[in-house]
């Protein structure tokens, strides 16, 4: 098998085997010299197998072997890297590939949890502070998410404006997002911590809702009722005088400004939704910090223009309601980034349903912090909006894990 009979035959190229034993494989590597040397030159190597089959299992030994041989005439750089058991030793990069990344179980749904308990924090810490108008609480949150983004933006190269045909979804995120975010800090300001944070957890209903006009995504009956339920929650919660008459008591303080909070809170949970269908609309072509970006840049800019026209600009007082204001700054940029983590390892379902501990730290802060025990029908109404929240949360998880077989 040593002589070559053509110097330009594409076998004198490739690695062959010749089997002469069960213990012994003699391995030639043929190599065409170059155009003007007349002789070839031929390297053996002798290599030693480990294998130790018995002479009953002659049969399969040699079907191994012719396998073994096709698959060196194939793939000889391959062959040349084998391990004592027959198989091809992988490199680096191939067990790069081969490790998957596995995550704690239940991780995605902390991540949640902790989302959720900063943002019902950051609705604390926005009740307790007297003298600040809502629109500057958000301008110096924006103002601080512009400091953290910017860095993250260079870091990971993708600029500032982002893709030109996503440049007008990105304006819309970032306007009604701040918009959502200014319209609940007002809400809190305006009425009791629990009802403005059920109203504005009502927003998941509202999506699904808008996803249908605008997204053309399917929308069931389920999605009517738990609308349904939805509206009668936040009926219950603002109590309106034309349902609930003109003496309305257990309201906190002027029930003008209680139905200022809550048609606040029902427009910040509309745009909370608009915002979400937008970022459902954009999927994953744009980046998670170019879209925060947006959100801060536009935010601040509006915020300072509204302040210059109300002018209620003030600078806040030393001491305890600065180190508040940047501690909103902080757990809003933290909350953020965690809901993203849970989001990208956990289904959207469980980390919806995982939020609803938003309602009930609400009313727990409400109760220990301004001893402000909940009424039947704020208790009634937080339930229609919880039930309605987890329904579509449910829907949706239930969907998405048992497709229907076309």
């Known amino acids: ?161 982002g893709p030109r045909d996503k440049r007008i979804y990105l304006v819309m995120r970032g306007f009604l997002g701040s918009n959502a975010m200014i319209l609940l800090f007002y809400a809190v300001q305006q009425m009791p911590l629990a009802d403005a944070t059920v109203i504005m957890f009502s927003n998941p209903v509202f999506t699904a809702l808008l996803a249908w006009i605008f997204l053309k995504e399917k929308c069931t009956i389920w999605d009517c009722v738990f609308t349904v339920f939805t509206l009668a929650g936040v009926i219950m919660i603002a109590r309106p005088p034309f349902i609930f008459g003109a003496r309305i008591e257990e309201i906190e303080g002027d029930y003008t400004n209680h139905l200022k909070g809550t048609i606040a809170a029902f427009g910040g949970a509309m745009g909370a939704a608009c915002t979400f269908v937008i970022l459902r609309k954009m999927g994953k072509s744009v980046h998670y910090y170019l879209s925060v970006w947006y959100y801060a840049v536009i935010g601040f800019i509006e915020c300072f223009i509204t302040l210059f026209i109300l002018g209620e600009w003030t600078i806040p007082f030393c001491g305890r309601d600065r180190w508040i204001l940047m501690l909103i700054a902080i757990l809003g940029i933290a909350g953020q980034t965690f809901l993203t983590k849970a989001l990208q390892i956990e289904k ?59």
């Not at 035959?9 to 170059?34: C, N, T």
């Open 1 to 161: 098998m040593g002589d070559l009979t053509d110097s330009n035959s594409i076998d004198d190229r490739v690695l062959s085997v010749v089997p002469r034993r069960e213990e012994d494989i003699k391995v030639v590597f043929h190599k065409v010299g170059d155009d003007d040397d007349d002789e070839h030159t031929t390297e053996k190597i002798h290599l030693q197998s480990n294998s130790h089959d018995e002479r009953g299992n002659d049969k399969d030994a040699r079907t191994r072997t012719m396998e073994s041989s096709a698959m060196q005439r194939f793939c000889p750089l391959i062959y040349c890297r084998i391990g004592g058991g027959g198989d091809p030793i992988s490199t680096d990069a191939g067990d790069t590939v081969a490790k998957e990344k596995k995550h704690c179980p239940g991780l995605g749904l902390f991540y949640g949890l902790l989302a959720t308990v900063f943002f019902s924090v950051i609705a604390l810490l926005v009740k307790t502070i007297d003298g600040i108008h809502a629109v500057e609480i958000s301008a110096i949150r924006c103002f601080f998410q512009m400091l953290f983004v910017m860095p993250m933006l260079i870091y990971h190269k993708t600029g500032f404006l």
């Open 348 to 406: 959207a379902g469980p980390v919806a349903l995982m939020r609803t501990v938003d309602v009930v730290l609400a009313f727990i802060f409400q109760f220990i912090f301004f001893n402000r025990k909940p009424t039947m029908w704020s208790l009634g109404g937080a339930c229609c909006v919880v039930v309605s929240t987890c329904g579509v949360a449910l829907k949706k998880w239930y969907s998405n894990t048992h497709p229907r077989k076309s």
